[in-house]
């Protein structure tokens, strides 16, 4: 069930990746996963019209390094021209693959026709994929959702059309636009897109054990599989996931003293990329995710919470851990 797996011409040393999620899959995250044996990563989705007119912030969501490959770089938008536009550049700035995001059901993202919205105007997604397969040489996917409603289930259709507009696989997630991220995700649906296509099917939604994975992969005959959700604070799920299905073998979970550690190293590479102020803010959510379900967990996090300085962050992060080892909770000093 571990395998292989190539996307047009990339060749990937498994079939577990890192599913795209804004404000979370950024350089140290996406390094951290690949550790612990994500084959591919992608950046979160980033505005094809903010790389055409060079907003700053789109491309720092670009921001890689040679440990961080391969990297696929997801774009969205509503215009041909504009993503065509964009894909060259993403091409030119080193990306390995481009993946066009048609299942965003942000709605501030709708409202401009992009994301999800491409699944309801089927001639446009076709310009698009077209547009933008015209415009690289790169491995090209394509992300989608089950469609818009459970009036409207269209993925079938629009997998038919990435497929004949030259993309080399399809994502899909199988939750409505109106489902968001509740409720369950349809996998039957992957199952059916796998039948109906001949491209590369990978499958998205509702990963957060290994046995998951290998459920998905046999009820679906998926060739892929994405993990979103269950990464956040989790980034051994990974180790888990491709020593289960390539061998039957359970790890161990991290220890507290390994969770410190890879705390330590994901703060660290927060810091060098984001600065020391940033880098500690924008961790917070990573430590609350981290110490979710442990004992006294949710005294440390009202606690860590109010945390600025990195060093103070360490040391609290250290005084809560260390004492787990042995099944106290450091959060009783708290
Ligand atoms: C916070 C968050 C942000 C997300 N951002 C993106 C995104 O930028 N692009 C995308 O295609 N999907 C995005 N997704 C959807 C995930 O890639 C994935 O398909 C979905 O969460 C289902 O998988 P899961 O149950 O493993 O989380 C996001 C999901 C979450 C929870």
Not at 101 to 127: H, I, Q, S, Y
Not at 266 to 294: P, Q
Request: hydrophobic residues 40%.
């Amino acid at each position: 069930m571990l395998s292989k797996m190539n996307i047009g011409s990339l060749s990937l040393r498994n079939n577990i990746f890192l599913a795209p999620m804004a404000g979370i899959t950024d350089l140290p995250f996406r390094v951290l996963t690949r550790t612990f044996g994500s084959s591919l990563c992608f950046t979160e989705m980033v505005s094809a019209n903010g790389l055409v007119r060079r907003t700053h912030k789109s491309y720092e969501y670009l921001k890689s390094s040679p440990d961080d490959s391969p990297l696929g770089v997801q774009i969205f938008g509503s215009d041909p021209d504009i993503l065509r536009e964009a894909a060259g550049i993403v091409t030119e700035l080193g990306a390995d693959l481009i993946d066009i995001n048609a299942g965003c059901p942000v709605k501030k993202v709708l409202k401009t026709g992009a994301g999800a919205a491409l699944m309801r105007d089927p001639a446009k997604f076709e310009a698009i994929v077209k547009s933008v397969r015209g415009a690289t040489h790169l491995p090209l996917t394509v992300k989608i959702r089950s469609g818009w409603g459970n009036d409207e289930l269209n993925a079938i259709e629009i997998a038919g059309i990435a497929e004949d507009c030259g993309a080399d696989a399809l994502s899909l997630h199988p939750r409505t636009v109106r489902q968001g991220f509740s409720g369950i995700a349809d996998w039957n649906l992957i199952g059916l897109a796998k039948k109906s296509i001949g491209i590369p099917v990978i499958g998205s939604g509702d990963i957060r054990k290994s046995e998951d994975v290998l459920e998905m992969i046999e009820k679906t005959g998926c060739d892929g599989v994405m993990v979103g959700r269950g990464a956040l604070g989790n980034p051994w799920i990974f180790k888990a996931i491709t020593a289960f299905i390539s061998n039957g073998t359970t790890p161990d979970p991290p220890s507290p003293i390994e969770r410190e550690a890879v705390i330590l190293q994901h703060l660290e590479m927060n810091i060098s990329l984001y600065g020391k102020e940033m880098g500690v803010k924008n961790f917070r959510k990573h430590l609350l995710w981290y110490t979710k379900g442990l004992k006294g967990g949710s005294k440390f996090r009202k606690a860590a919470i109010l945390v600025n300085e990195m060093n103070e962050l360490l040391e609290m992060v250290h005084e809560y851990l260390q004492p787990l080892s042995n099944g106290t909770s450091g959060a009783e000093k708290l």
